[in-house]
């Protein structure tokens, strides 16, 4: 149970969808008043006006107050990376409690009820528990909705990074005759020497090297649509996908791969640009 309520969900965080979500549910907590009157609204027509007003004012002040005040006064105390589901069914509890004492508040003073029946008592709580039930909806649909177009996205980011892994690259030779066709998934690292690169790729199972009559900066603009791909060093650029080890010291970062008998150094220039990648 107690690692449920610390599992994370969530907050809100968007005070501007917030505030036409509290205006909306303020009309509507009016609209459910004036359709299905829980409380008989019409055997007081004097004071018929002030009663509706009233409950649409306390809905919507309490709601404003909770939802855009309180987040912006204490952000830390809402921060989304922080909230969980135990935070968010007492914040919902807390809400309720609210909307309650504010509904309460208007009834007995409007119709200066000292005694509070016990029907009484539940129609306020219908009305009140109404545009909590409201939010907690709205938040599960934003939730849906946020959680659908996540996994969208990261299906075609899976899809694009597929399709550009299977594509053929063409690494070509001011000779012509050494150039190199591989897919770029095949591709393990190229090392500059001198007027040439070392290109090394895996086929088979194995890693095989080819010396092609270029520049390390010619295949860097080849290579320049793969994410995967990357220049870690003036004299390196590598696959991050067939990174073995990643070694740490003073000096920064040193790659390892398979097959390959020398390390690869990350330069300080693009270090920070490789801790994101991986």
């Known amino acids: 149970m107690l690692r449920f309520l610390k599992k994370s969900y969530p907050f809100n965080e968007d005070l501007k969808h917030n505030a036409k979500v509290i205006f909306f549910i303020s009309v509507g907590v009016l609209a459910f008043i004036l359709v299905f ?72 003073r409007l119709f200066e009820i000292m005694n509070l029946h016990f029907s009484d008592v539940g129609k306020i709580l219908l009305i009140a528990c109404l545009p909590v039930a409201v939010l907690i909806v709205i938040n599960q649909e934003r939730l849906l909705r946020a959680h659908l177009k996540s996994a969208l996205q990261m299906n075609e980011r899976l899809m694009k990074s ?20 591989i897919t770029a998934d095949a591709l393990v690292l190229i090392r500059s020497a001198d007027n040439y690169i070392e290109v090394y790729y895996r086929s088979n199972g194995n890693v095989k090297k080819q010396m092609v009559r270029s520049s390390l ?54 270090i920070e640009e490789f801790k994101k990648l991986i």
Request: a neutral charge.
């Open 37 to 108: 009157q829980p409380i008989e609204i019409y055997s007081h027509p004097r004071k018929l006006v002030f009663l509706i007003a009233g409950f649409f004012l306390s809905t919507f002040v309490t709601l404003a107050i909770n939802l855009l005040v309180l987040p912006s006064l204490f952000p830390r105390l809402f921060r989304s990376e922080k909230w969980n589901v135990g935070k968010e069914i007492l914040w919902d509890i807390w809400l309720l409690l609210n909307v309650s004492f504010a509904d309460f508040l208007i009834y007995t």
């Open 162 to 181: 597929r399709n550009l892994k299977e594509t053929l690259i063409h690494l070509e030779s001011e000779y012509k005759t050494d150039s190199i066709s």
């Open 217 to 270: 900066k010619k295949a860097e603009e080849t290579l320049r649509d793969f994410d995967f791909i990357f220049k870690c060093h003036r004299s390196y650029i590598i696959n991050i996908n067939h990174i073995k080890e990643v070694r740490g010291d003073s000096q920064g970062y040193t790659l390892f791969f398979d097959q390959i008998d020398f390390p690869v150094p990350v330069s300080q220039n693009y």
